[in-house]
T-cell receptor, first 116, second 110 residues
Framework: DTAVSQTPKYLVTQMGNDKSIKCEQN?????MYWYKQDSKKFLKIMFS???????INETVPNRFSPKSPDKAHLNLHINSLELGDSAVYFC???????????????FGSGTRLTVV | GQSLEQPSEVTAVEGAIVQINCTYQ??????LSWYQQHDGGAPTFLSY????GLEETGRFSSFLSRSDSYGYLLLQELQMKDSASYFC???????????FGAGTTVTVRA
């Protein structure tokens, strides 16, 4: 059983398109996150939800919109894709925002987004 | 603001010991975590330090000195499978974010 699963694993799309990435966790965690990893491997937090409530909303273009229908799911929708959006997007989860620091985040396998 | 510094690359031979240093500048420091990421893989949690001292987990140990704003990850008895990127990450007490350093690529040679 995959603890944190993301779909799709690879996404190649043209500039200007709209796309979504889905994430689901079966760990019973309350908190989920979206991170972006660029070509230099720098991991940057984008959003976090705790039990469906947005708790982290970093400075990202408003073309990016997260949605959490329930605490086991966190999706990322991207409008009007740009070349600079090409990156690997990781979903992660933790028991809570605080306990996750000590016990660690569980990351999904990532979605490699390529905008052409 | 905050900053995290760690070396970009380290190369060592099998069986050796590698120390990856991480210095941080942040207000309201809460704790320091370490993650491992193999090429094409997901980051995986290795260890966490909130208090000064050494935490040992098998061949890997992590150390923290809050007064020096410094920590390190010690990899002992290096194996080929330890070739990966290692990230330190800090949490501040006044927000929920876990902020990652730029990562250290460890290459283990035979």
């Amino acid at each position: 059983d995959t603890a944190v699963s993301q779909t799709p694993k690879y996404l190649v799309t043209q500039m200007g398109n709209d796309k979504s990435i889905k994430c689901e966790q079966n760990l019973g965690h309350d908190t989920m996150y979206w991170y972006k990893q660029d070509s230099k491997k720098f991991l940057k937090i984008m959003f976090s939800y705790n039990n469906k409530e947005l708790i982290i909303n970093e400075t990202v273009p408003n073309r990016f919109s997260p949605k959490s229908p329930d605490k086991a799911h966190l999706n990322l929708h991207i409008n009007s894709l740009e070349l600079g959006d090409s990156a690997v997007y990781f979903c992660a989860s933790s028991q809570t925002p605080i306990t996750g620091i000590g016990s660690g985040y569980t990351f999904g396998s990532g979605t490699r987004l390529t905008v052409v | 603001g905050q900053s995290l510094e760690q070396p970009s690359e380290v190369t060592a031979v099998e069986g050796a010991i590698v120390q990856i240093n991480c210095t941080y500048q942040t207000s309201g420091f809460y704790g320091l975590s370490w993650y491992q990421q193999h090429d094409g893989g997901a980051p995986t949690f290795l260890s966490y330090n909130a208090l000064d001292g050494l935490e040992e987990t098998g061949r890997f140990s992590s150390f923290l000195s809050r007064s020096d704003s410094y920590g390190y990850l010690l990899l002992q008895e290096l194996q080929m499978k330890d070739s990966a990127s290692y990230f330190c990450a800090v949490k501040r007490s006044n927000d929920y974010k876990l902020s990652f350093g730029a990562g250290t690529t460890v290459t283990v040679r035979a």
